[in-house]
């Protein structure tokens, strides 16, 4: 659009005019169903190596624009070939959500708006959706819904802010002022996490925090790969005894490798007598609160201080989408609490609410809540729970069809979504303490998975469990079905075979 000032001097804001928009978009749409149509049949990742993906995107700033249409030809062309496809019901790498269809709208319409989620006047209705969207998600998992809480980047940053957010109200210092390097400080500040499936964001946490990683301390594990509470006591009541200053315990609630929910209700107790900070770390598993058929794992969980929730694993929101809720929202302000002439405006106003700036570590922030408010409107809380009993159905046939191979070995029985096995070639069952197998098992479970991920069927991930290497799914894809998990396990079993038939003269010889 064009308009001409008194001194002949054309502006331009550059905008396209609606009606190119209009058809753009309609194309943009095609694009996308297009997309949702033939995801089930793509490779699930690229087969082009990092070198080519670099030379693909390879070009010069560009100094003069060019036409929408030859922009979005680039994405069909370029970015299309060159995307992993975490929609895709055969991707169970790391814990990725499969992204919501209703997202997409959520997310075109949010953009349009450009509503700045970090403050009330510059976006009221994004607060307000924020607000209620977040008292939903804690009705969803039975917490109170009158608790804080936000939207965030993802697990990592959630983790780090409830730290933050522990560390500041239970310090018995003005650490605000006076920071950690505080004279009043009596002692180090010490938190607790199991030593087996604590998730290394909680280390990204205290780096942030930059209270030192020797502030953790790795408590050791049942032989369900739980906390042991009582490992658990012992090393607080030693610390209090000396110098530290126990403040946080974080739970896992759906652990990354295998899935399991730490005993809640007596970590909540421990914390409670004790006056130390609970957070529970749902990024992966919170949601599963949601199925009353699971209240026995998510005991307490009510009584946590914070619980981390990522939208943008189990609840299927394209990325990013983090969550954090804190049973009192004043705890949040006052870690984030922040007050500057420019950031209050003089307009009166009956606004009494939330301004995400004060309760966060961001200023400005996008619209994420759109994108779980219309996916919760969408789906409703029924909706939800099926999908969910769907990817919990999904990990257990794989258990059963691992329990009933010869030459697979069940780690764990999954009670949610995430499953990890492993290649054990029948007649090695006997020798796994072997130095020679124990390196050949290694080696062999990495390259089964290697070589489906190679062949673009599946996407699948290798992690450790008590040092060894294993076979590890993480079936958060909406999309995935049982004959999805059916394909890819005898897929699975056929490389197995191969790969054993290279290995089995090494190992005997
Ligand atoms: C238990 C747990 N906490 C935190 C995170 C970090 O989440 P994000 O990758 O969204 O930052 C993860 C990621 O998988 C996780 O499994």
Redo the contacts with the bound molecule.
Sequence with gaps: MKTTNRDNQDFESLDMDTESFRKIGHDVIDMIAEYFETIRERKVVPQSNSREVENVFKEDLPQTGQSPESILKEWSDKVIPNASHLGSPRYFA??NGSGTMMSVFAAALAVAVNMNSGGWKAGPAAAEIERRTISWIAELIGYPSDCGGLFL???????FTALLTALKNTADYNITEEGLQSEHRKGKHTLYMSDH?G????L?SVDVINLGRSSIRRVPSNDDFTMNTNELVRMIDEDLASDNIPFCVVA?????NVGVADDLETIAKICSERNIWFHA?????AVGAMLPELDHLYKGLDRADSV?L?P??WLYIPY?C?CLLVKDPGKLKKTFSITASYLQGTLPTDYKGLDYFDYGPQMSRGFNAAKVWMSLKHYGKEGYQKLLRQNILCAKHLHELVIRSEDFTAMHDPELFIYSFRFIPKELTQKTDEPKVKAALDRMNQRITDEIVSSGFAFIMTTKIRGEVVIRLSICSHRTTLKDIEQVFEKLRQIGDLVYAQERDIIFS
């Design positions: 790391f814990v980047g993802g697990g990592a940053v959630a983790n499936e998730h290394v964001s909680i990204r896992q609630v759906g652990s990354i770390d749902g990024a992966c598993g981390t990522d943008h694993k990013e983090g």
